[in-house]
């Protein structure tokens, strides 16, 4: 359980402690209703090792799981979404309550494979939010993390498989929603400039090396996913 400290959250004796490293500063006074799909690379170079020791896949899932628990203390009526990709993608959580989003992100871990289809990764994000339908109390934001190229990925006519994955981010954008992209790995790991273009902006897409850079970031966007 979390308690406000002045500024600061702290954790006191209950069912579950939460470390969240970061001042929570700047949140938006008018913040509205967040759904959050939180779309993650399940590859299976994602079992490798950070710069502080901690495998990708742990440590996004830990990061994962803090924005989940900060958004929870915000915002009790937030909804979270758990999508995985690698040679397929799959929807693990949709729009759930807390508990089951933490639930369906220690899952992710027994299900990765080889591949990294950014193209059916978005898609499946766009059918989702497709699904739910149209909403004016809530504000949308999918965080796409990945820590490879993308591969496996059907070419398009012009024989680029990133023609392919922009095409499909342009029918999520087109939902009207924020998304984020994160690369995760050492510079070259990943396609920044696709990251780049397939997020609402370039001050949308994030990159980090690290567990503890990867925390802080989730930790700031948990706290404006229900901002303009």
């Given at each position: 359980?979390?308690?406000s400290?002045?500024?600061?959250?702290?954790?006191?004796p209950?069912?579950?402690?939460?470390f969240?490293?970061?001042?929570?500063?700047?949140t938006?006074?008018?913040?509205?209703h967040a759904?959050?799909?939180l779309?993650?690379?399940?590859?299976?170079?994602?079992?490798?090792?950070?710069?502080?020791?901690?495998s990708?896949?742990d440590?996004?899932?830990?990061a994962?799981?803090?924005l989940?628990?900060?958004?929870?203390?915000?915002?009790?009526?937030?909804?979270?979404?758990?999508?995985?990709?690698?040679?397929?993608s799959?929807?693990?959580?949709?729009l759930?309550?807390a508990a089951?989003?933490?639930?369906?992100?220690?899952?992710?871990?027994?299900?990765?494979?080889e591949g990294?289809?950014l193209?059916?990764?978005l898609?499946?994000?766009?059918?989702l939010?497709?699904a739910?339908?149209?909403?004016t109390?809530r504000?949308t934001?999918?965080?796409?993390l990945?820590d490879?190229?993308p591969?496996?990925?059907?070419?398009?006519?012009?024989g680029?498989?990133e023609?392919?994955?922009?095409?499909?981010?342009?029918?999520?954008k087109?939902?009207g929603?924020?998304v984020?992209?994160v690369?995760?790995g050492?510079?070259?790991?990943?396609n920044?400039?696709?990251?780049?273009?397939i997020?609402?902006?370039a001050?949308?897409?994030?990159a980090?090396?690290s567990?503890?850079?990867?925390?802080?970031l989730?930790?700031?966007?948990?706290?404006?996913a229900?901002?303009?």
């Open positions: 359980r979390l308690r400290c002045g500024g600061r959250f702290r954790s006191e209950g069912p579950r402690r939460v969240l490293p970061l001042v929570v500063r700047g938006c006074p008018a913040a509205a759904d959050v799909v779309v993650m690379d399940a590859s299976s170079s994602m079992a490798r090792n950070t710069r502080d020791g901690t990708k896949i440590a996004a899932t830990q994962a799981t803090t989940i628990d900060l958004m929870e203390l915000v915002d009790a009526t937030a909804r979270i979404a758990v999508l995985g990709f690698n040679d397929r799959w929807i693990e959580a949709s759930d309550p089951d989003a933490r639930a369906a992100l220690a899952r992710l871990k027994t299900q990765m494979a990294t289809r193209d059916l990764a898609s499946t994000a766009s059918a939010i497709a739910r339908g149209a909403t109390d504000r934001m999918v965080i796409l990945t490879g190229l591969n496996h990925v059907p070419p398009a006519e012009d680029s498989v023609t392919t994955v922009l095409r499909t981010a342009s029918q999520l087109r939902q929603l924020a984020h992209t690369g995760f050492e510079p070259g790991d990943f920044a400039e696709l990251l780049r273009d997020a609402s902006g001050d949308k897409f994030h980090e090396t567990a503890a850079g990867l925390q802080r989730f930790t700031v966007l948990a706290t404006g229900g901002c303009p």
